[in-house]
């Protein structure tokens, strides 16, 4: 079977400025056991990325994100591969996540991150990066909003 290598991935922020994070299952195959990570997931056939995060915040926390409030802060499209991180400013805290993958879920300031063990290691490298690119940070193309054509 051919691992889908296409990813979304979402960097939450809530009211106060921390950040969500998932500390992922502990299962042999998965990609970075017991590792915290962001929230995300594969790009399904038909999807395109704005789709596909909404669908894995969905499944994982069971929170509706709006469409039209993502932001994109980083994309890395490829032959092999398509990568793409989004971010979300939460205007309220919700009372509590349903969380539905990973072991569990913690908001963490941003000093904080980066002496927290056990993080991806990509990932904190990401988040040391993370304030260049908020500041380039883009709105989400329209085209993306609408619903997926497959064109021949």
């Known amino acids: 079977m051919e691992v889908n290598k296409n990813y979304v991935g979402i960097v939450i922020e809530n009211p106060i400025g921390e950040f969500l994070f998932q500390l992922r299952d502990n299962r042999l ?3 970075h056991p017991n590792k915290w990570s962001l929230f995300g ?3 399904e056939y038909g999807e395109n990325p704005v789709q ?3 669908r ?3 499944e994982e926390l069971g929170f509706n994100l709006i469409a039209r409030e993502l932001r994109l802060l980083f994309k890395k499209e490829s032959k092999r591969e398509k ?3 989004f971010y979300y400013k939460l205007k309220e805290m919700p009372m509590k996540f349903k969380l539905n993958e990973g072991q569990k879920y913690e908001f963490l300031r ?3 991150i ?3 063990k056990n993080f991806v290691p990509s990932l904190k490298f990401f988040m ?3 304030p260049f690119f908020k500041m380039a940070q883009t709105s989400i193309s329209l085209r993306w909003l609408k619903p997926y054509r497959r064109v021949a």
């Open 29 to 31: 195959g998965l990609p």
């Open 41 to 43: 997931g594969g790009i």
């Open 52 to 54: 596909a995060i909404l």
């Open 56 to 58: 894995e915040v969905k």
């Open 83 to 85: 990568r793409y991180v």
């Open 110 to 112: 941003f000093r904080n």
């Open 114 to 116: 980066l002496f927290k």
């Open 128 to 130: 040391l990066l993370y």
